[in-house]
């Protein structure tokens, strides 16, 4: 079956960094996702990766590697407005994405 | 970026009513648009996948009579909830795709903001 794992909840500090992974098995593989989701919002696009390294855009970047089947997302200069869940989405040999059950991050100042 | 509406953002009816959720892309045009339900700390579950002018494909599990579901244009798809009940009660999120190769876009699906509902 296609399965992807991710933390359930983490917690970090405002201005600290935090690595949120993810793991998946699937049938194909056409890329992995990031959005982020505030509660009671609809989920919003971060990062996309289809091939292996480090993406970095801004305070977020987001790490590949296919052979591992892993990815993460680091989020740097925490702020309080990133306390939010972080799903993480792979696009399988049928261009479905799959999804993570999130990961709730939860910052303190 | 791309931009999806959805209407209503919110709804709360009696058990046994139907429901009818709209999601329109406003800047493209979308051939194929995706129906997400979210329950209370999960992650977003695909219930169906439309193309425009053909018929809905419905995930396992999903009653494709109670969730009715027309893509009639490129730009609006409806989603109505029929003889909806307390357990219908959820977050739904449309999403939006443009033609072409999916992985042409970085941003395969572009998200509209979500109607909560809530069945009494």
């Known amino acids: 079956g296609q399965n992807i794992d991710q933390p359930t909840e983490m917690t970090a500090t405002e201005g600290a960094i935090v690595q949120i992974n993810c793991t998946y098995q699937t049938s194909g593989f056409n890329g992995l996702f990031w959005y982020q989701q505030h509660a009671g919002e609809a989920p919003t696009f971060l990062s996309y990766n289809v091939l292996d390294g480090l993406e970095e855009k801004g305070r977020f970047s987001s790490f590949l590697s296919r052979s591992k089947g892993y990815s993460y997302l680091l989020l740097k200069e925490l702020q309080m407005k990133d306390s939010a869940s972080y799903l993480c989405?792979?696009?399988?040999?049928?261009?479905?994405?799959?999804w993570g059950a999130g990961t709730k991050l939860i910052i303190k100042p | 970026g791309a931009v999806v509406s959805q209407h209503p953002s919110w709804v709360i009816c009696k058990s046994g009513t139907s429901v009818k959720i709209e999601c329109r892309s406003l800047?493209?045009?979308?051939?194929?648009m995706f129906w997400y339900r979210q329950f209370p700390k999960q992650s977003l579950m695909l219930m169906a996948t439309s193309n425009e002018g053909s018929k809905a494909t419905y995930e396992q599990g999903v009653e494709k009579d109670k969730f009715l579901i027309n893509h009639a244009s490129l730009t609006l798809s409806t989603l109505t909830v029929t003889s909806a009940h307390p357990e219908d009660s959820s977050f739904y999120i449309c999403s939006a795709r443009s033609g072409g190769h999916p992985t042409s876009i970085q941003e395969t699906q572009y998200f509209g903001p979500g109607t909560r509902l809530l069945v009494l």
């Open positions: 989405a792979v696009l399988d040999s049928n261009y479905q994405l799959i």
């Open positions: 800047d493209f045009q979308a051939t194929t």
